[in-house]
């Protein structure tokens, strides 16, 4: 016989927001400590190799060299393209792993996954920021920590939104996964100030304290991070009902009719798996061809592509670049890199109310893409006439560049993780969202690589090499912003017929 609840106890309607709340706060710092552990590269390229002259006579007095200060290997010519080398390390194994990583994900459990891949990111974040305290030159030393860093890393994207994919129902998860979304900004700003504190008289600290900060997040994800509603008693989100049209719209916290634990329908979290339920609890998991036929994959995949290739060639070559053309020092240039975050922020969050109200993922992100094009070309041009024209060209830009990557990676990919076809198959959330940032993540890998071979031609060059790419992932997306313009002719329709009736 069931025990009446007292009415002193938690509400039913409280117990779930309590623990989506718990998800979203969670998973936010975890993904944040992922970034944040990433961006000290960026900030510590111009330490490597500074301008000397600068800096006085050599005080050595044993060499008459120009780089005296610089730290070899990267005291060559060469050293930009060994930068591009070091990022492209890390990007490659990243976007290789990625692929591999969503397929683990979906048959492990995203705790011991996701907290396993956090302390081993901190292992060899700080591994890279210890080469500087062991007087270590090898360029292969620092490409295999790369390496190993872009591998386990992995681990975090797929994990983190197929959590949130699993307490959310579609609503107005656009906008609710935008503000989300801001971890990547905000582990970008404060990867780059951490960073920038020890950036001219430590620069192995730069990364030590990331990787603590990292390593002690994943311990606390270990312990309190809730994987699915009904590890604890409550019912799932409703992404579709039952004819495949996604319900509760205007809810983002939409579940379904017992949304408290599942023991108000007379179902305990531990008589559960006696539940006629149980099978549909477990379904198997997606392949990954099957992955590719869920209508709307290819094409967000490929556009990511180019979006995330512009957004890591700013997040890698940003503070260089300010160095360079404004001349600021290292610690400067760092710390206004992370208004472009700032506009990230601004624009993931943009990005997901306005595809919420209009109901078109693929036409916000093409018009934010058409819009970004010509804002770069400003920027170069005349973004460092003076300190207020560059923040604000930085915010515009990073808002315009980071939107669309922020929308496709979030919203996007949990909405074809949980699409109408998969017939309530939660296991491809995992999978949809590594195919879809693997792809991105070979765009991440290209761009800085190829930053780095152009910018001995000059730095206008870089600009027109991103362009082009915003612009070529705007028409990847041509296809499926017909099909939403089609649509919303339709339902224009519609509703002028039924007004003359």
Known sequence: VPIPVPPTLTPPLALPRRYRGLTLVLTFLCYTSYHLSRKPISIVKSQLHPNCTALGPNPRNNSNSSTWCSWAPFDGDNYKELFGALDNAFLVAYAIGMFISGIFGERLPLRYYLSGGMVLSGLFTALFGLGYFWNIHFLWYFIIMQVCNGLVQTTGWPSVVACVGNWFGKGKRGLIMGIWNSHTSVGNILGSLIAGVWVSSAWGLSFIVPGIIITAMGIVCFFFLVEYPEDVGCSP??????????????????????????????????????????????????????????????????????????????????????????????????????????????????????????????????????????????????????????????????????????????????????????????????????IIDGTGSIGAALGPLLAGLISPTGWNNVFYMLIAADVLACLLLARVVVKEVRGWCGCIARKRGYVRT
């Open 237 to 434: 989100p409703l992404h579709h009902d039952a004819g495949g049209v996604t319900s509760n719209d205007k809810d983002p916290e939409a579940v379904t009719s017992n949304e408290g634990p599942l023991s108000i329908s007379g179902q305990s979290s531990v008589d559960r798996s006696d539940s006629p339920k149980e099978p549909a609890e477990e379904p198997k998991a997606i392949s990954f061809l099957g992955a590719l036929r869920i209508p709307g994959v290819v094409e967000f995949s490929l556009c990511l592509l180019f979006a995330k290739l512009v957004s890591y060639t700013f997040l890698y070559w940003l503070p260089l670049y300010i160095v360079n053309v404004a001349h600021f020092g290292a610690k400067e240039a760092g710390d206004l890199s992370t208004l472009f975050d700032v506009g990230g922020i601004l624009g993931g969050i943009f990005a997901g109310l306005i595809s919420d109200y209009t109901g078109g993922r693929a036409t916000t992100c093409c018009v934010m893409l058409v819009i970004a094009a010509p804002m770069l070309f400003l920027y170069n041009h005349v973004g460092q006439n003076g300190i207020g024209t560059s923040i604000a060209m930085l915010i515009i830009c990073g808002a315009l560049v980071n939107g669309p990557y922020a929308l496709i990676t979030t919203a996007v990919s949990a909405d074809l993780g949980t699409h109408e076809s998969l017939k309530g198959n939660a296991k491809a959330l995992s999978t949809v969202t590594a």
